[in-house]
Protein backbone atom coordinates (compact mmCIF):
# COMPACT_ATOMS: atom_id res chain seq x y z
CA UNK A 1 0.00 0.00 0.00
CA UNK A 2 2.68 2.58 0.78
CA UNK A 3 4.39 2.05 -2.62
CA UNK A 4 0.63 2.69 -4.15
CA UNK A 5 0.79 5.89 -2.59
CA UNK A 6 4.29 7.18 -3.52
CA UNK A 7 3.52 6.16 -7.03
CA UNK A 8 0.00 8.45 -6.59
CA UNK A 9 2.31 11.32 -5.11
CA UNK A 10 4.68 11.22 -7.57
CA UNK A 11 2.54 11.28 -10.81
CA UNK A 12 0.33 14.01 -9.20
CA UNK A 13 3.45 16.08 -8.06
CA UNK A 14 4.53 15.97 -12.04
CA UNK A 15 1.78 17.75 -12.99
CA UNK A 16 2.50 20.47 -10.66
CA UNK A 17 6.15 20.60 -11.55
CA UNK A 18 5.13 20.51 -15.09
CA UNK A 19 2.72 23.70 -15.00
CA UNK A 20 5.74 25.73 -13.02
CA UNK A 21 8.57 24.85 -14.96
CA UNK A 22 6.24 25.64 -18.53
CA UNK A 23 5.36 28.84 -16.68
CA UNK A 24 8.49 29.89 -16.57
CA UNK A 25 9.02 29.69 -20.56
CA UNK A 26 5.72 30.52 -21.56
CA UNK A 27 2.83 32.16 -19.33
CA UNK A 28 0.25 31.50 -21.37
CA UNK A 29 1.35 27.98 -21.94
CA UNK A 30 1.53 27.30 -18.04
CA UNK A 31 -1.85 29.03 -17.94
CA UNK A 32 -3.50 26.70 -20.75
CA UNK A 33 -2.32 23.72 -18.30
CA UNK A 34 -2.93 24.98 -14.96
CA UNK A 35 -6.43 25.37 -16.15
CA UNK A 36 -7.12 21.96 -17.50
CA UNK A 37 -8.94 20.04 -14.93
CA UNK A 38 -5.80 17.59 -14.59
CA UNK A 39 -6.19 17.58 -10.70
CA UNK A 40 -9.52 16.60 -10.66
CA UNK A 41 -9.55 14.02 -13.46
CA UNK A 42 -6.50 12.31 -11.58
CA UNK A 43 -8.03 12.47 -8.00
CA UNK A 44 -11.62 11.01 -10.64
CA UNK A 45 -9.29 7.88 -11.48
CA UNK A 46 -7.61 7.53 -8.60
CA UNK A 47 -10.87 7.56 -6.69
CA UNK A 48 -12.79 5.19 -9.20
CA UNK A 49 -9.51 2.73 -9.83
CA UNK A 50 -9.61 2.21 -5.84
CA UNK A 51 -13.66 1.82 -5.28
CA UNK A 52 -15.12 1.28 -8.32
CA UNK A 53 -17.65 3.39 -7.10
CA UNK A 54 -19.54 5.02 -9.94
CA UNK A 55 -21.69 7.00 -6.52
CA UNK A 56 -18.50 8.46 -4.69
CA UNK A 57 -17.50 10.03 -8.96
CA UNK A 58 -20.87 11.74 -9.18
CA UNK A 59 -20.74 13.43 -6.30
CA UNK A 60 -17.17 14.13 -6.56
CA UNK A 61 -17.69 15.43 -10.13
CA UNK A 62 -21.17 17.50 -9.11
CA UNK A 63 -18.78 19.20 -5.92
CA UNK A 64 -16.53 19.91 -8.10
CA UNK A 65 -18.69 21.65 -10.40
CA UNK A 66 -19.67 23.98 -7.57
CA UNK A 67 -16.57 24.31 -5.70
CA UNK A 68 -14.50 25.73 -9.25
CA UNK A 69 -17.50 28.74 -9.48
CA UNK A 70 -16.51 30.51 -5.98
CA UNK A 71 -12.58 29.67 -6.79
CA UNK A 72 -12.91 31.50 -9.97
CA UNK A 73 -12.66 35.23 -8.72
CA UNK A 74 -9.15 35.15 -7.30
CA UNK A 75 -7.88 34.56 -10.53
CA UNK A 76 -9.30 38.04 -11.48
CA UNK A 77 -8.52 38.88 -7.93
CA UNK A 78 -4.76 38.38 -7.55
CA UNK A 79 -3.39 40.44 -10.32
CA UNK A 80 -5.56 43.08 -9.13
CA UNK A 81 -4.52 43.51 -6.17
CA UNK A 82 -0.65 42.92 -7.47
CA UNK A 83 -0.94 45.52 -9.92
CA UNK A 84 -1.96 48.13 -7.52
CA UNK A 85 1.48 47.16 -5.72
CA UNK A 86 0.07 44.69 -3.15
CA UNK A 87 2.97 42.00 -1.79
CA UNK A 88 2.34 38.80 -3.90
CA UNK A 89 2.08 36.68 -0.40
CA UNK A 90 -0.35 39.73 1.32
CA UNK A 91 -2.55 39.32 -2.17
CA UNK A 92 -2.40 35.21 -2.24
CA UNK A 93 -3.63 35.11 1.83
CA UNK A 94 -6.42 38.13 0.99
CA UNK A 95 -7.62 35.81 -2.26
CA UNK A 96 -7.75 32.72 -0.11
CA UNK A 97 -9.57 33.78 2.54
CA UNK A 98 -12.28 35.86 0.17
CA UNK A 99 -12.32 32.43 -1.61
CA UNK A 100 -13.02 30.19 1.60
CA UNK A 101 -15.73 33.05 2.07
CA UNK A 102 -17.31 32.24 -1.11
CA UNK A 103 -16.61 28.22 -0.78
CA UNK A 104 -18.86 28.65 2.86
CA UNK A 105 -21.20 31.23 1.09
CA UNK A 106 -21.65 29.05 -2.41
CA UNK A 107 -22.43 25.89 0.07
CA UNK A 108 -24.45 27.79 2.44
CA UNK A 109 -26.70 29.25 -1.00
CA UNK A 110 -27.19 25.86 -2.61
CA UNK A 111 -28.41 24.34 0.36
CA UNK A 112 -31.44 26.41 -0.15
CA UNK A 113 -32.10 24.96 -3.34
CA UNK A 114 -31.99 21.27 -2.25
CA UNK A 115 -28.48 21.02 -3.26
CA UNK A 116 -25.79 19.44 -0.69
CA UNK A 117 -22.49 18.99 -1.19
Avoid at 42 to 60: N, P, R, S, V
Avoid at 65 to 89: A, C, I, K, N
Wanted: with cysteine; aromatic share 12%; proline share 3%.
Amino acid sequence: MTLWYLIKTLLTAVVIVVVSEVAKKNEVMGSLIASLPLVSVIGMMWLFGETGDAQKIIKHSTGTFWYVLPSLPMFLVLPWLMQRGWDFHLALLVCILMTGGLYLGMTKSLTKFGITL
